[in-house]
């Protein structure tokens, strides 16, 4: 019997003695089982506004949703404090924190002890992805942070009927501990925020368990996202035969009624969320979206690669959302049943935030929680503030984002933030070029993760921050894959990057629903329509091929955001010589091999 008064329990024995020793070692008030229920979320969410967490916003405006202001020192990722517990060092590789299991251990548990003193405990059963999946992936996550709850129950399929098929099936699944690590003593007051200055954000991918503490920010503390089904499922990907990728998934259909689905691997704050929601500006094109964010793919019985989005929610970067360059995200979030994180209020009761409108409402609350107006210094919302949003409500949601099994893939895009260097678009050869393409893939640092913005980084496949092991042994997986399916089932891989700029600064391309250009010319690669020119770094589109009917940008410009320039490839070779050099031995041959014909391509242009 726990000591702590418990609501609900379960006939897992595993978790049921896990959830044990836990609830005494952390000494919570109270245990809750969580069920997933709307009378139970409305519980907690009044528990939030009392707390003053939330800030209920008005009924008319967002119904039945909720401002969060975080404390202003847990905002974003903590990549510093990220590590990845391998038995082995070089099971972490050079792109990851390691330290020994145990010694982790010795290190955290102490740090657990007592850390859910004067709160109550929550134990959220989930699965990622279908729970009609052939191989269901569960998950437990056990959380002090009432807004952790909340935002699961919007982000993933949680509570009593994933939990009773566990039972059924004894089910094996990756245990997430979180705590906030802020005891109450008794009578003491708590915080809107509670939070640690230390954090610890901790996978030991061969037991499948996460331990994340000090932090109650998104990435940090909604475990079934980037901690299991990217680090760790990147683990059981590597060792099942299967993908778990940073990628958004798009339903594309051209106007003969042709369909293609299209992935999309791009660093944080790079456009995922933005192209996953395309509203295409060229007439009798559709786009639906599957996912925004994470793609777990795996081949199916035809030899094609299908991807299904293992989550049930939108995360996304709220600053730069807009009716101008998001409209679907917009109708999204106006249905409500939204939190939205560090952006600001209006007198309203709404929420605000730069690029939601072009000028700014006269008056704000800041998310410090301080009076705002249009000539204060500083921006009303942090850079990485977020909305959360149930993907139901999205107005263009493919009907195929709830199939068990996912879409079969016909595109990989690779793209990041680069001022110079990467045309537009360019095609990849073959599947060993795609990879080349993706492990030497870089990218200007966003507010996404603590740390200086803005600086280019080599971000392989945009799972730099993700990738659960060595990355050398990853980029080995993912040629392992390619050589599994004949080539023409395989997909294309493409290379993308909306943020090149002009001398004065300005972007070359225009970006968002203009975008969809671009997957035009890559859709009539696919179907065969269009011829290509041949580069060092790939194929490029033909003068005019990408289409610019009605855009209102000159032609020159277009040129130039296309353009492939010798010398500025050039001067990338060493950057990603250097990049290599760091995978020691474990870079795969095949990529030394790609490097050579890169530099002697580039000699002879
Ligand atoms: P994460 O949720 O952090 O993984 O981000 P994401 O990759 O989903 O990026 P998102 O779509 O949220 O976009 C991030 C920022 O880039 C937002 O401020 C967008 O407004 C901006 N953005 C997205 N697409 C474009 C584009 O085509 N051009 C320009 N200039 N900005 C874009
Ligand atoms: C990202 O940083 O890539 C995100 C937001 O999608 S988080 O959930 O914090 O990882
Ligand atoms: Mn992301």
Redesign the pocket.
Known sequence: MLQNQTTGGTRHADLDAWVREVADHTQPDEVVWVTGSDEEIERINATLVEAGTFTRLAEERKPNSYLALSDPDDVARVEDQTYICSVEEKDAGHTNNWMDPQEMKDRLWPLFEGSMRGRTMYVIPFVMGHLDAEDPKFGVEITDSAYVVASMRIMARIGSTVLERMEATDAAYVKGLHSVGAPLQPGEQDVAWPCNETKYIVHFPEELAIWSYGSGYGGNALLGKKCYALRIASVMARDEGWMAE?M?ILKLTNPEGKTHYIAGA???????????MIEPTMPGWKAELVG??ISWMRFGPDGRLYAVNPEFGL???A???GAD??PVAMATIEKGNSIFTNVARTPDGDVWWE?LTEEPPAELVDWHGRPWTPDSDAVSSHP?S?FCTPITQCPTIAPEYDEPNGVPISAIMFGG?RKTTVPLVSESRDWQHGTFVGATLSSET?A?ATGAVGVVRRDPM?MLPFIGYNAGDYVDHWLEIGKQADADKLPRIFMVN??RRDEDGS?L????G??ARVLKWMFERLEGDVEAQESPIGYLPHPGDVDTDGLDVDEAQVARALRFDPEEWSEELPLIKEWFEQFGDDLPAAMEDELATLEQRLVRV
Do not use: I, M, Y
């Open positions: 940073h958004l791009f660093p944080s704050q790079c456009g995922k969320t933005n192209l996953a925004d964010d995360f996304g970067v600053p730069g959302t360059t998001n690029g990485n977020r933030r966003t996404a945009a909306w943020f972007f391309w225009p970006g968002f203009e975008n």
